[in-house]
């Protein structure tokens, strides 16, 4: 996906843009051999379909078109928190998309593939980037072609969306650059997720579920419809627990969780097809932002830069609000000399604040004990905070209204710590001292 956002970003300011991608990709939207997570529940966050959709303005309307299911947030979909079982069903005014990760991606490919200037080279295998003689700056890729030869293709500008970003760090090591600090939360997550055919008989009070984890059992999971009539069912725990891919014991496992809904939901549901399992060690995030040189005229984006605990549904959108950084930063560099020196330099410091609020997220996984890495100094005052923040925003709609923004990524997390908000916060916390 970031590929393919990136690659229309480009498209408006380069003469040619080159895709390489490893697979024979499919006619139609199904999983393939380059993308194994693609089987498991994806989410589009809202403020990641706001930002592809300024780089494909009828891209809503072509993911409804394809089969995406509509489904109004807070209404429509049943969130339940530890402690708020559910978090109060109100009418926000958005919306979201569910469907299935083979669905986005094969919309967003078809759109990519109506710009005259984008070429796909299929089945192609990149080996390694190729530097300048005095290995300053990354000038084109070397790749294995579908027949096996040794191809090379120049550039004026490489981007890495490998996902992880092997080639990127290993580019540094052969110029000798040191490679970016990375910091770690390890998590151990395993989740599974099976396919069923939606009941007759399906609650009519929600259309979607999301259940959150309680810290004794750190079991989670989630339900959404996806095209054909069909939901999608995800669950998920961590530290080295994993679902079952036995469709008697998933549905056991689903008995398990905190409060009996998707449980009920299931326990009676007609299946379809196997159940797919994948794991995740750890998030880490690349303190690119932090190295001194780099080299010119090549650009890792996505999970290169930070990869996030897949339970938030925070990948797709991040990446594509990395790109909406990228085609800015071009904006205002066109028509100026020397547009690209500097450039993922300034991206990096850019994207910052895009970071900022899923990586916050990430770390909330340090209310497991087991949990690896540094955890932060201040996370049981943020706790705290974000406990009576929840309280308040159960009984304010216009505080929950902000709260999903924040958390969909359509605000920076400093909406919330407007004046008005933090000090009623502040005295729900004194209330419950």
């Not at 984890?213 to 998920?236: K, T, Y």
């Amino acid at each position: 996906m970031g590929g393919l956002i990136a690659a229309k970003a480009l498209a408006s300011h380069f003469e040619k843009v080159t895709v390489l991608e490893r697979d024979a990709l499919p006619t139609k939207p199904q999983a393939r051999t380059g993308t194994p997570q693609s089987r498991q529940v994806h989410v589009l966050l809202r403020g990641g379909l706001d930002a592809l959709t300024k780089f494909f303005p009828d891209f809503e309307t072509e993911l409804e078109r394809a089969g995406a299911v509509r489904a109004r947030v807070g209404a429509e979909i049943r969130i339940e928190l530890p402690g708020f079982d559910p978090f109060p069903q109100r009418d926000l005014p958005f919306d979201t998309l569910c469907m299935t990760r083979p669905l986005v991606e094969f919309v967003a490919r078809r759109l990519v593939e109506q710009q005259g200037n984008i070429a796909f080279q299929l089945r192609c295998r990149v080996t390694r980037f190729l530097t300048s003689p005095d290995q300053s700056e990354v000038v084109g890729v070397r790749y294995d072609a579908a027949g096996g030869e040794s191809t090379t293709l120049a550039a004026d500008l490489v981007v890495d969306a490998s996902s992880r970003g092997t080639l990127t760090l290993e580019a540094l090591d052969s110029i000798g650059m040191p490679r970016p600090a990375e910091t770690e939360i390890g998590i151990d997550l395993g989740y599974a997720t099976a396919t069923f055919d939606i009941p007759s008989a399906a609650p009519p009070d929600w259309r979607a579920v999301i259940h959150r984890p309680a810290v004794e059992s750190g079991r989670g999971a989630f339900l959404f419809p996806i095209e054909n009539n069909r939901w999608h069912v995800n669950l998920n725990a961590v530290h080295g627990e994993t679902p079952p891919d036995d469709i008697k014991d998933f549905i056991a496992f689903a008995k398990t969780l905190r409060t009996p809904t998707i449980y009920d939901a299931i326990k009676d549901a007609t299946a379809v097809g196997p159940i797919y399992r994948f794991g995740l060690p750890c998030s880490v995030r690349r303190q690119f932002e932090a190295l001194e040189r780099f080299p010119g005229r090549l650009l890792p984006i996505g999970d290169a830069i930070c990869r996030f605990n897949p339970a938030f549904g925070q990948g797709m959108s991040v990446v594509a609000q990395q790109v909406g950084v990228l085609g800015r930063l071009l904006d205002a560099r066109t028509g100026t000399g020397g547009r690209l020196d500097g450039l993922a330099q300034a991206f990096f410091a850019a994207i910052q604040d895009v970071l900022a609020a899923p990586w916050s997220a990430a770390e909330n996984d340090f209310i497991y004990p087991k949990t690896r890495g540094q955890c932060p100094a201040n996370f049981q005052q943020r706790l705290n905070y974000s406990g009576a923040l929840l309280k308040l925003a159960a009984e304010d709609a216009d505080v929950h209204r902000i709260l999903f923004e924040v958390n969909n990524l359509m605000k920076p997390p400093s909406a919330l710590r407007d004046p008005h908000i933090t000090s009623r916060v502040a005295a729900v916390m004194a209330a419950s001292a």
